[in-house]
RNA sequence: GCCCCGGUAGCUCAGCUGGAUAGAGCAACGGCCUUCUAAGCCGUAGGUCAUCGGUUCGAAUCCGAUCCGGGGUACCA
């Protein structure tokens, strides 16, 4: 019996490993060796207990036996800890299912009162360092709706990283060299002769958004009307839109800890180049650079791909590739043990080479995780949007958490996998935001705070110590229970996979266990035990709740 | 053409490291407020899990083809 190495009102997931353990165990004193492949779930339903696993099923044939032979076999081997475990059944076709015993799951309500906001955090990552690159927009344009999906699933997964006691931090690069800024000065130039009543030519893969006039118009009152440079133009622009952009992102409760740009990679560092020409020369000194056509080429057997593809166009200018590779490699060479990038899915195609040029540059990529999300589909009045910044056809999403607010533009985003494409109809969002479904989960928070202010207001209070938790024998207690014994497998779950969806789905889940309790028991009473016992649960659901909320950067309300 | 993502209830989506009856929300229909907020709960109805084939004791899940939708395939980022 391994020794939980916790405080057992800490984690309650290293209850899952020693299980694993003792179950593989039993299954190698059957005879067979589980190599570690060892499955333990959570089961889909509480019916068949609190955790499952098919351990039977799967290894019924090395074994020679039929599963539930298997099975009784294991069984009889298992040595379990009557203090955690209640019962282990055996269901056919061959499945274990293990419950938890009530002192257990007491237990774990003792744990939430004690960790309180910190419920569910786990150590995972501790000592580690990561940093999640995300947004990323060049400051050519407001953000858009599509922006807002990598903005906050990098926001919640970084967040999440935390939990696991990363230390995180978090990243905006941005391009403010090349030619969409200077496409972007050009307009702005453009947009201030006009409104100075002179000759204008605008450009013809402009920006032609109305913010363009806005920052011509500003220019002219702080900057007056002499301005002749489009760099100046362009820097001008870039401040303006940055300060937009920062103020969107604020708006969402995002905050970066650190913004890079292109520009200083060009600068000359202290051992008198760029971090650009050092790449460069690295890779010449590797051979995989070739010059042709005026052009410096990356060579295809570097990319592991089957075409040369440009690091410098003929003109002199870098591609996106160069900059790119020379950002990845001062990321790497910062020490960070988990580099996370967010894209979406129109950036597919670049990253396979930066991570091939930054391999070449003979660093570690193993560290480097890139995330695509899909596109953001916008539905306005059954008709898509199709979106471009450049064509300023796109809705901002300053517009949009104007109409639905932060909390409902966050659920929005994270309730779904990423990887699938998400369709935002705009109008149904629009119109039916009451009863939109992050109000549920904010709903069932506001229901729990009301009831322990009742409890308070007759003298009760939920004090774990002082209950007596052995009067929680409903059903519907006993599913509450579980689920927030299971919050922090949640979270340690997700820190693994990046799927920040999983946490929503699991949140929805506590809510509706809790609406249904509501209705089902009344939790303050004439009868002062059990009121008191039922104080415990709600506030340990209350803070559960509370704390995947946060995770996800959603407000918790104490009312509605 | 090639690469990536998706195709599950009328709609939006979970489930996908193969397993126990395919789930939720919205929409529809029928119930539940003298009781801690009905922004809630319960019930009914709704499915060839795109199609075909394969692997397996077992496939929505894995493999191969096909069809449909989205994205990419620049000396744009």
Not at 41 to 47: F, L, M, Q, S
Not at 403 to 410: F, M, P, Q, S
């Amino acid at each position: 019996m391994g020794r939980c190495r916790h405080d057992d009102r800490g984690g309650s997931y290293p209850v899952i490993d020693q299980l694993r353990e003792e179950l593989a165990e039993a299954v190698r004193k059957s005879g067979i060796d589980p190599e570690g492949a060892l499955e333990l779930e959570r089961t889909k339903d509480i019916a068949f207990g609190d955790l499952s696993s098919n351990a039977p099923l799967v290894f019924a044939k090395p074994a020679g036996l039929a599963p539930m032979q298997l099975a009784e076999k294991i069984v009889a081997h298992l040595s379990i800890d009557p203090a955690i475990i209640l019962k282990v059944e055996i269901a056919a076709p061959g499945f274990l299912n293990f419950t938890f015993s009530a002192p257990f799951l007491e237990n774990q309500l003792r744990a939430i009162s004690d960790q309180g906001p910190r419920y569910g955090r786990s150590d995972a990552g501790r000592g580690k360092r990561a940093l999640v690159e995300f947004v990323s927009a060049n400051p050519t344009g407001p953000l858009t709706v599509g922006h807002g999906r990598g903005a906050v699933l990098g926001d919640t997964i970084s967040s999440i990283l935390a939990w696991n006691g990363y230390m995180v931090e978090r990243e905006y690069y941005y391009n403010d060299a090349g030619l969409q800024i200077q496409r972007l000065g050009a307009s702005v130039q453009a947009r201030y002769l006009e409104a100075l009543g002179r000759d204008f030519e605008f450009p013809e893969e402009g920006y032609q958004g109305d913010y363009i006039r806005d920052i011509a118009a500003e220019i002219i009152t702080d900057q007056g009307e002499d301005l002749t440079e489009v760099s100046d133009f362009s820097s001008a622009a870039i401040g303006s839109i940055f300060k937009g952009i920062s103020k969107t992102l604020e708006g969402m409760g995002i905050r970066f800890d650190n913004f890079v740009n292109e520009l200083d990679l060009h600068k000359t560092g202290k051992n008198g180049q760029s971090a650009i020409s050092e790449v460069i020369d690295t890779l010449k000194a590797k051979g995989v650079i070739v010059e042709r056509d005026g052009a410096t080429w990356i060579k295809a057997e570097a990319l592991e791909g089957d075409k040369d593809k440009v690091l410098i166009k003929s003109s002199g200018e870098p591609t996106y590739r160069l900059p790119d590779i020379a950002y990845h490699r001062d990321k790497i060479e910062r020490g960070y043990d988990l580099i996370i990038d967010i894209f979406g899915a129109d950036h597919f195609d670049t990253y396979p080479d930066v991570i091939a040029g930054v391999k070449e540059l003979g660093l570690p990529t193993d560290r480097i995780k890139v995330l695509i999300h899909q596109f953001v589909t916008l539905i306005k009045g059954g008709q898509q949007v199709k979106m471009s910044t450049r064509k300023a056809s796109f809705v901002t999403l300053d517009e949009l958490l104007e109409e639905v607010g932060a909390d409902v533009v966050r659920y929005f985003f994270l309730a779904k996998t990423m990887s699938s494409p998400l369709k935002f109809d705009l109008e149904l969002a629009l119109k039916s935001s009451d009863d939109n479904p992050v109000y549920y989960l904010k709903y069932a928070h506001a229901r729990m705070v009301n009831i322990l202010k009742r409890g308070a207001a007759a003298e009760m209070r939920p004090d774990v110590d002082g209950a007596d938790l052995s009067l929680l024998r409903l059903p519907e207690e006993r599913l509450l229970l579980h689920l927030l014994w299971l919050f922090p497998e949640v979270v340690k779950n997700t820190g693994k996979s990046l799927e920040p969806h999983h946490i929503a789905i699991y949140l929805d889940e506590l809510a509706k266990a809790f609406h249904r309790y509501y209705t089902v028991a009344r939790v303050v009473t004439d009868d002062m035990k059990l009121s008191l016992a039922r104080l415990v649960i709600t506030d340990a659901c209350r803070q559960t709740l509370a704390n995947g909320l946060t995770v996800l950067g959603i407000e918790a309300p104490d009312r509605m």
